[in-house]
């Protein structure tokens, strides 16, 4: 039965947050198809990851029989997280935007499973075409034409790190003016937020259905 890398980031609990409303959406969508499958769950914001390290950096450029004791200690983490990523026959991200980019506890996954001469830096990695659906909410709208469009670091970088770097096949669903109805100066986009929330439940549900009969073809 198939796999699913679920990782969550928001540092607001259950529907108060956008990013994990959606995420349950597609999970909930992908145990109804796969009761017998695999969750890995990471909740990246209840347990932060420890930011990346000199020693496990350079564990991750030395070969294994060549790394020091302390070396081997330090890299476990990133072997744990780049063999669940590795494990994982879909992927699931809630990526919410802090500050125009992504959480820092999602950047230090990152670091992590991001190892050259493994799951990177090969035209054909540990990790190549594994389905990735990652849910990009942000309060206000970025999309293009917008007038904050040149503020949008989140689905440009994740784009590139996830997609160019990791080799996954990603797909981003945009849940956005989540603040609309928390923020009187938004009253007028409540109509429009409330779409895209809608627009975002059902992607990520549609998106679940067809990756689960992908897997069972």
Do not use: C
Not at 86 to 108: C, H
Not at 194 to 210: P, Q
């Amino acid at each position: 039965m198939p796999t699913l890398l679920h990782i969550d980031t928001s540092v607001f609990p259950g529907e108060a947050s956008a990013s994990r409303s959606v995420t349950a959406t597609f999970r909930k969508e992908w145990e109804a198809q796969h009761p017998n499958g695999t969750v890995i769950y990471r909740d990246l914001a209840a347990e932060p990851l420890p930011h990346l390290d000199g020693l496990a950096a350079a564990a991750g450029f030395a070969a294994p029989d060549q790394r020091s004791p302390e070396q081997h200690a330090a890299f476990a983490l990133r072997e744990t997280l780049a063999s669940e990523l590795e494990q994982a026959d879909t992927v699931l991200i809630a990526a919410p935007m802090y500050n125009f980019t992504i959480p820092s506890t999602l950047k230090a996954w990152l670091d992590h499973v991001i190892i050259m001469g493994r799951t990177a830096g090969a035209e054909q990695t540990t990790t190549s075409g594994t389905p990735t659906v990652v849910v990009a909410s942000r309060g206000g709208g970025y999309g293009p034409g917008t007038p904050r469009e040149s503020f949008e670091f989140v689905t440009n970088y994740l784009g590139k790190a996830l997609g160019d770097g990791l080799g996954l096949d990603v797909t981003f669903v945009v849940p956005e003016l989540t603040l609309a109805r928390s923020n009187p100066a938004m009253a007028e986009l409540v109509d429009a937020s409330d779409a895209s929330k809608t627009k975002a439940h059902e992607e990520a549900a549609a998106k679940a259905k067809e990756l689960a009969t992908r897997f069972a073809a």
